[in-house]
């Protein structure tokens, strides 16, 4: 079992995998990465929309790269690396999509970029356009989840877990 000792995660080491308050208040003290990540499953799937909406807003857009120096925003540029060389049409065409999404759903188009290709990505963008705001969410949801798992577990290896 991978165990992170005396190592008290921050409020900032938490936020930098997501970015709701609420989220990162009810998960801390958790120092097992697998205590921790059963916990944020728990807590994302209780948390009202606008906690969520909270998290979403520090995403950027598919095919826009993070700004900024933190650790979040090192972890988004990894995580969006499928982009990395995309054509000016697929990046062209992802920047349509964001807009129609934003527009219909309000919020940015959130999917778990680790390992995914930009076509990849611009298929479930335009297949989940089709989502009516309910099913959406419960996507949104499983996206987000998966995000910060991944980021739990990497925050665990960076503190020797």
């Known amino acids: 079992m991978c165990v992170l000792a005396d190592v008290e995660l921050s409020e900032a080491d938490l936020l930098a995998c997501c970015a709701s308050r609420r989220w990162a208040a009810a998960v801390s003290g958790h120092g097992d990465p697998d205590a921790l990540r059963a916990a944020s499953r728990r807590v994302l799937d209780e948390l009202d929309w606008p906690d969520v909406e909270e998290a979403l807003a520090a995403h950027p857009r598919i095919g826009e790269r993070a700004r900024g120096e933190g650790r979040e925003a090192g972890w988004s540029r990894g995580e969006q690396s499928g982009m990395d060389g995309a054509a000016t049409e697929l990046r062209d065409a992802l920047a ?5 999404y934003g527009e219909r759903f309000g919020h940015v188009f ?25 099913t959406e969410r419960d996507v949104v949801r499983r996206e ?6 991944l980021r739990l577990a990497r925050l665990a290896r960076e503190n020797g877990g």
């Not at 987000?144 to 798992?149: F, H, M, Q, S, T």
């Open 96 to 100: 349509a999509g964001n807009r129609a």
């Open 110 to 134: 959130l999917i778990c970029a680790s390992g995914r290709s930009g076509l990849e990505m611009l298929a479930d963008l335009r297949e989940r356009l089709g989502n009516d705001v309910e």
């Open 144 to 149: 987000l989840a998966a995000i910060v798992d």
